[in-house]
């Protein structure tokens, strides 16, 4: 198969065709990672903060690129995988006590990282039109990565899992290790660029650049809805 030039590495600048994906849909399952209140909001969280601090016009780019790229590029994917009764799963940064000594150094670190968003907040709850509906899978992590901060892997290992389509932020940081996680478990996965997003364009184009063929996959999401149809 090919893939989009935009996002191969120099370590396969010689290679035209990609070995294809074999996939069973019935041993696929998508993760969507981090859509979450706190994250998304523009009247809170984040945003708020950024807005607050006076940040607000160097930030604006990034929520507009989620807002209106990666969310609705999200929700095909996840009505697709409705419509179809195709295993959903959801990856969120939640902890599991409310003063937050459960979470990862890590989150517990000043900056970017420090959040404390307990399991039943607001904060923590997937964004509409996203959240999670009857028998669709939700874990909770208090680390980057929703292979290492849970037991996901014990689930797909159970549900016998290949595949793992991945949605998500951010790009770079909690969708690339858990990205690199599976990959080093074993599964199969498709990353869905235009479902993710980043702090800026050229952080996520880089890391999906550096994953791609390596770890992932990196599909855009009409050519993942078009793979998944023909693997019916």
Same mark, same amino acid.
Request: a negative charge; glycine letters at 4%; charged letters at 25%.
């Given at each position: ?38 994250? /998304? ?18 930030? &604006? ?13 999200? &929700? ?18 939640? /902890? ?30 997937? %964004?509409?039109?996203?959240?999670? %509906? ?32 991945? /949605? ?5 940081? /909690? ?14 996965? %498709? ?18 650049? %550096? ?22």
């Amino acid at each position: 198969m090919k893939l989009d030039r935009n996002f191969v590495s120099i370590y396969y600048d010689h290679v035209d065709e990609f070995p294809d994906l074999d996939i069973n849909l019935d041993k696929t399952i998508l993760l969507i990672i981090d859509f979450q209140n706190e994250f /998304c909001k523009l009247d809170m969280g984040e945003a708020k903060e950024f807005k607050d601090a006076g940040l607000w016009d160097s930030w &604006k780019p990034y929520f507009d690129r989620m807002h209106n790229v990666a969310l609705p590029n999200t &929700k095909k994917i996840l009505d697709y995988f409705r419509e179809n009764n195709l295993i959903v799963s959801y990856g969120l940064i939640a /902890c599991q006590r409310s003063d937050g000594i459960d979470r990862s150094p890590v989150q517990k670190s000043e900056g970017w990282n420090n959040m404390l968003m307990p399991v039943n907040s607001y904060a923590a709850e997937v %964004i509409s039109p996203l959240e999670p %509906i009857k028998d669709e899978i939700v874990v909770y992590k208090t680390t980057d990565s929703v292979t290492t901060g849970t037991n996901y892997l014990h689930l797909l290992d159970n549900m016998d899992i290949e595949t793992v389509v991945v /949605c998500g932020m951010v790009t770079d940081q /909690c969708v690339a290790s858990t990205v690199r996680g599976l990959a080093d478990a074993g599964y199969q996965v %498709i990353t869905v660029h235009d479902a993710c997003v980043a702090a800026s364009q050229e952080l996520h184009e880089a890391e999906l650049k %550096i994953m791609n063929v390596i770890y992932t996959y990196v599909l855009s999401t009409e050519d993942t809805l078009d793979l998944l149809s023909k693997a019916k």
